[in-house]
């Protein structure tokens, strides 16, 4: 599936993963570090296709050899029938793939595949339970098709042709309603041992604090977020406070209407309490990557998702705050905090270009 850094081999007691196969023989091996994403782009000129399935819509687009987006398609998301949504995958790729020699499809979805990347184990969005769905759809499609997490191929399409490029160990966070993260270590999308890692948001950074929808408390979503930016926008709303009174004219009143991304458009005009409120999300930010960087080592963090249109004002208190509760701050190299560079189109872009390297790492 995903290219395997040169060398890399399965532990004796796993099965091997596909994107952490060894090379077959004959077939040319780097050193370490040699040229590894040139050697990605050897033979691999042909057009794929992304499509990045969210709770709303359903988002597609021909990507090629470098990332460029040359056709788009939409469709809003069928409910969650799982034949219906598989019906929209191909009516996208019969659409998209008209004029195009299309060499393999990738899907990116919510939810947790299994280490084959052949089945969805779970979606939150969709009724994809143990779901087949690469068999499925190579049926339909007659394609090689790939299975991914959504923000395994954001930060896929990050590390490739955006914000982490040149570096060799990336973690991705995406902040939207809750927090989505990824990894990519040495070339290859890091997955884990059950193939369920980066799911960042669910450290639990303040026990016994606001209850998560996972179930547990004190979750860093809970405090990092655009949900958690707009609710504790409501809560100061709904004191009345002299403060929240830009707040309390754009809904009308309504506290029960202010958003995140009210918030984050009311501070990017200039209002103080949006921007006071965006501030201590940002150094809740801040605290849960000097965690990460603790357990991971990353060279870079890069930052996406909706939340990130606040742009400095939210990077910026994250930066002094990582800075603050780094372990060992000032005798060790600290990551780098870089917004995405690809928006919204991330996710497509990545797992199209992921089912471009799987179908040649499978050829």
Request: hydrophobic residues 40%; contains cysteine; positive net charge.
């Amino acid at each position: 599936m995903y290219a395997p850094p040169p060398g890399e081999q399965a532990g004796p007691l796993r099965r091997a993963a596909p994107w952490r196969r060894r090379p077959a023989a004959g077939r040319t091996r780097l050193r370490h570090g040699e040229g590894f994403r040139e050697h990605l782009r050897l033979g691999r000129k042909g057009l794929a296709i992304g499509i990045d399935i969210g709770g709303t819509k359903v988002a597609a687009g021909v990507v090629d050899a470098e990332g460029r987006i040359l056709n788009e398609a939409r469709r809003s998301t069928p409910g969650t029938d799982p034949r219906a949504v598989e019906k929209v995958i191909v009516e996208l790729v019969e659409e998209l793939g008209r004029g195009h020699r299309i060499w393999s499809v990738g899907i990116g979805a919510a939810g947790w595949m299994d280490l084959d990347g052949g089945t969805v184990l779970f979606s939150p969005h969709l009724a994809w339970r143990n779901e087949p769905l690469r068999e499925n759809l190579q049926h339909l499609l007659r394609r090689p098709v790939l299975l991914a997490n959504d923000a395994d191929a954001a930060a896929w399409a990050e590390w490739r042709f955006g914000a982490g490029q040149g570096e060799d160990r990336l973690v991705c966070i995406t902040l939207g309603t809750g927090i989505g993260g990824a990894m990519v270590m040495d070339g290859r999308v890091e997955r884990g041992r059950f193939g369920v890692a980066g799911e960042f948001g669910h450290q639990i950074i303040m026990p016994g604090g606001h209850r998560c929808e996972c179930g547990n408390r004190g979750c860093w979503e809970q405090y990092a977020s655009g949900n958690a930016l707009g609710r504790e926008a409501r809560i100061l709303a709904r004191a009345n406070s002299p403060v929240a009174q830009d707040l309390l004219a754009a809904v009308g009143g309504n506290t029960e209407t202010i958003t995140g991304a009210i918030v984050t458009d009311l501070a990017l005009a200039g209002d103080a309490a949006s921007r006071e409120l965006i501030d201590e999300v940002g150094e809740w930010l801040g605290l849960g990557l000097a965690n990460l960087a603790a357990a991971l080592d990353p060279g870079l963090f890069v930052i996406g998702g909706g939340l990130c249109s606040a742009g400095d004002l939210l990077v910026e208190p994250a930066r002094k705050a990582f800075s603050r509760n780094l372990t060992g701050r000032g005798f060790r190299p600290a990551a780098g905090i870089q917004l995405a560079a690809l928006g919204p189109n991330a996710g497509l872009i990545g797992a199209a270009d992921l089912s471009r390297v799987s179908s040649r790492v499978r050829a």
